[in-house]
């Protein structure tokens, strides 16, 4: 089976770059450890989308194992929509609106 295409809804793609600036203003090493970690779960999903449990009614979502993050998802076609890179913590379901 082929990787399924990551398309990132422009709201994650603000959230990953805020994240990732976070850990770097507190330690260079940190934040390149989430920048791979990022790079590996959107891999990860590419491969085998439907491998994380359902989040919701049509999302998925894959927890970063070393960070409070996680990526939330929508299969739409051969493509993969990430909808938030959403915080752990931080304001539950605040993303939804975009599905």
Do not use: K
Request: hydrophobic content about 40%; cysteine-free.
């Amino acid at each position: 089976m082929a990787s399924a295409a990551i398309r990132f809804h422009p709201a994650a793609e603000q959230e990953a770059e805020a994240a990732y600036n976070w850990y770097a203003a507190r330690d260079p090493s940190v934040d390149h450890g989430f920048r791979e970690e990022l790079r590996h779960e959107d891999d990860a999903v590419a491969e085998n989308p439907e491998t994380w449990p359902r989040y919701g009614i049509r999302a998925r979502r894959f927890a970063f194992p070393r960070f409070p993050f996680s990526l939330v998802y929508v299969l739409r076609g051969d493509a993969v929509d990430i909808i938030p890179v959403a915080h752990g913590r931080r304001r539950p379901g605040y993303w939804q609106s975009r599905v």
